[in-house]
């Protein structure tokens, strides 16, 4: 009786989770979906009459549609103290002839699950004139399967200032330069899309220079522009070579005064594998010989922005090093979990 239907195989915790089915127009038929109602809760029914609708915990009717052939739910999905659990779906099918059809799927609910897994007392530094050795890093596990955004401010109460290193900066300048010299004469080659490309590399702009707040209204704003220039460009495809040529041509130009880029880029490589992205990860902690006190606060959201109970560091970096030394935040972080 079904021609389609679609129901996802996961959906991240705190996320819409959408469902539709298609069938034979000319049939009359009653459609009844079953769901876990401590995970799942209608948000939105599309093309059912108010009449042909009733919902009682966990189980939605329907057999009367504004377009018969046609049915779309959205659910919203809670936010699960584990960080992985599966949903039933299932839905009865029923004709007026009494043939019933039955589809059932587990559908998986993820969200990312961070951890301090190590907190040392002390981290001792040892700085040489070519190379700076690590003892005991501070470790911080992704238990979950989803990916998170994590953030750490420094206490104003910390000994260790923390700052943006002069390679970096320089780099993070002739990036967005190159950009802002270039947008004026893409906003012309592309004048319906001038607005929507100007807000996208401010964008880009804002978080090269560390300019993004991790609030609910911050994200909200990045999401729309992102989701407007995914669409402009699955419609022009001009529009995606444009921008890449943008993109590619602002890091070649400016990536040869990163003097930390192969560190940078083993930091890339380990956040791939466990799903742990470390926002300002590049910016420098400063040191003076002996020890420090490093009082800070790990801020953790995911890509659904739902936040999660914040993570305080408080460690002594001690320096074994008759001067002070710069050294990039994430070198201090040791980063594991599930291999992605």
Not at 14 to 36: M, Q, R, Y
Request: with cysteine; net charge negative.
């Amino acid at each position: 009786m079904v021609k389609s239907y679609f129901i996802p195989d996961t959906c991240i915790q705190g996320a819409g989770l959408p469902v539709h089915l298609i069938w034979d127009s000319e049939k009359k038929l009653k459609i009844t979906l079953h769901f876990p109602s401590n995970l799942l809760t209608p948000k939105e029914i599309y093309n059912v009459t108010e009449s042909g609708l009733e919902f009682l915990n966990g189980t939605l009717s329907m057999k009367e549609f504004e377009r018969n052939g046609y049915l779309g739910c959205l659910f919203k999905t809670v936010v699960y103290d584990e960080y992985s659990v599966e949903s039933l779906m299932r839905i009865v099918i029923e004709s007026e002839e009494g043939i019933k059809e039955i589809i059932e799927k587990n559908i998986l609910l993820f969200r990312t699950d961070i951890v301090l897994d190590r907190m040392p007392d002390i981290i001792r530094i040892r700085a040489a004139a070519h190379e700076t050795k690590i003892d005991n890093k501070i470790l911080l596990l992704n238990k979950g399967l989803g990916t998170a955004l994590v953030k750490l401010d420094v206490s104003s109460e910390s000994d260790v200032s923390v700052i943006t290193s002069n390679s970096i900066h320089e780099f993070v300048n002739k990036f967005a330069a190159y950009l802002l010299k270039r947008t004026e004469y893409l906003e012309k080659q592309f004048p319906d899309e001038s607005n929507l490309i100007h807000d996208y590399v401010t964008l880009i702009v804002r978080v090269s220079n560390g300019q993004i707040d991790m609030t609910q209204e911050e994200l909200t704003r990045i999401d729309k522009i992102m989701e407007e220039i995914y669409d402009a460009c699955m419609k022009n495809e001009a529009l995606v070579e444009a921008i890449m040529e943008l993109l590619v041509g602002a890091y070649l130009a400016s990536v040869s005064v990163i003097s930390e880029l192969q560190s940078f880029l083993e930091y890339l490589k380990s956040l791939a594998g466990h799903k742990i992205i470390l926002v300002d990860s590049m910016r420098t902690l400063v040191l003076k010989p002996g020890v420090n006190n490093f009082i800070a606060r790990l801020n953790v959201t995911d890509l659904n922005h739902n936040f999660y109970a914040p993570i305080d560091i408080d460690v002594k970096l001690e320096l074994e090093s008759t001067e002070g030394v710069s050294m990039p935040l994430y070198s201090i972080i040791e980063f594991g979990g599930k291999e992605q």
